[in-house]
């Protein structure tokens, strides 16, 4: 392989990732299935491009077929059940944002370490997490009122219309 052919086989490499991140990014079902559908090109073009450099004919069926299913009949076919159902806006308002989901992804791997007991000590005869910010109490809830009287556990007695 040349210098070209790297180069190009890099261009649709960070191509096809840069769309797989544009998938989380999507809040709206038609959108995410046009990017779903420009990742399938992108995949083609990649599987193309390696059955040119490599002379692997077989390749080219293999980006025949998925440029073909997941490209044209998938989503030529989600749009149509989803426009025939009418679950387009129904399904968009459960979709997360794209901050949380960042947020989530980062966030679970990093409490994960923090709160891992099974760390290297430091050289310290103490842990590296300190006790105490791990077993501090919850915060109160903030749906519990302090001036409004609790009622026996197991009786059903309402005390307004609001608790009913």
Not at 43 to 48: G, R, Y
Not at 57 to 66: D, G, M, R
């Given at each position: 392989m040349t210098g070209l052919s790297f180069d190009v086989s890099h261009l649709l490499a960070g191509a096809l990732v840069l769309v797989s991140f544009m998938l989380l990014y999507?809040?709206?079902?038609?959108?995410?299935l046009n990017v779903f559908a420009l990742q399938a090109v992108v995949?083609?073009?990649?599987?193309?491009w390696q059955a040119y450099v490599q002379n692997?004919?077989?390749?080219?069926?293999?980006?025949?077929?998925?440029?073909?299913?997941?490209?044209?009949?998938?989503?030529i076919a989600m749009h149509r059940i989803i426009a025939r159902l009418g679950i387009g806006r129904d399904v968009e308002q459960f979709a997360k944002s794209p901050r949380r989901s960042i947020r989530n992804i980062v966030g679970m791997p990093a409490s994960a370490i923090a709160r891992n007991p099974a760390l290297p000590r430091t050289g310290a005869?103490?842990?590296?997490?300190a006790p105490r910010l791990i077993s501090r109490r919850a915060p109160r809830p903030r749906w519990t009122?302090?001036?409004?009287?609790?009622?026996?556990?197991?009786?059903?007695?309402?005390?307004?219309?609001?608790?009913?």
């Open positions: 999507q809040t709206r079902l038609y959108a995410l995949l083609s073009l990649s599987v193309a692997a004919p077989h390749l080219y069926i293999t980006a025949a077929i998925a440029f073909l299913f997941k490209a044209l009949i998938i989503p005869t103490t842990p590296t997490v009122d302090p001036s409004r009287p609790r009622r026996a556990p197991g009786r059903l007695s309402p005390a307004s219309p609001r608790d009913c």
